[in-house]
Nanobody, 128 residues
């Protein structure tokens, strides 16, 4: 099992940048992909970005492509989500999650059911 903790949420104005960190602990020696998801009030949790264990493969939701960047340092057990050009529609609770993956570490996942371990979430509020 992997424990995850999100750091870095806050309140910013539209157009600003914010960087979220996801610090992992526990069983971090086995390969796992990490995903960022978000949930706005009265909406379902949605996929934002994901990165493979190796860090070489990433995927983004269309709504954030070109504005958000996901990266990771496996030795530091940390995954980052750099968010630029933030919009009010980006307002949500952001969660990071871990999914066990195969030994080559090339896979990533975009569905919530594919992830077994979740952080507690961090609030991001973008004002207009």
């Amino acid at each position: 099992q992997v424990q995850l903790a999100e750091i870095g949420g806050g309140v910013v104005q539209a157009g600003a940048s914010l960087r979220l960190s996801c610090v992992t602990s526990g069983r971090t020696d086995a390969p796992y992909a990490v995903g960022w998801f978000r949930q706005a009030p009265e909406k379902e949790r949605e996929f934002v970005a994901t990165i493979s264990w190796t860090g070489r493969r990433t995927k983004y939701a269309d709504s954030v492509k070109g504005r958000f960047t996901i990266s990771r340092d496996t030795l530091q057990n940390t995954v980052w989500l750099q968010m630029n050009s933030l919009k009010p529609d980006d307002t949500a609770v952001y969660y990071c999650a871990a999914a066990s993956t195969e030994s080559t570490g090339h896979y990533y996942y975009t569905e919530t059911y594919q992830y077994s371990d979740w952080g507690q979430g961090t609030q991001v509020t973008v004002s207009s």
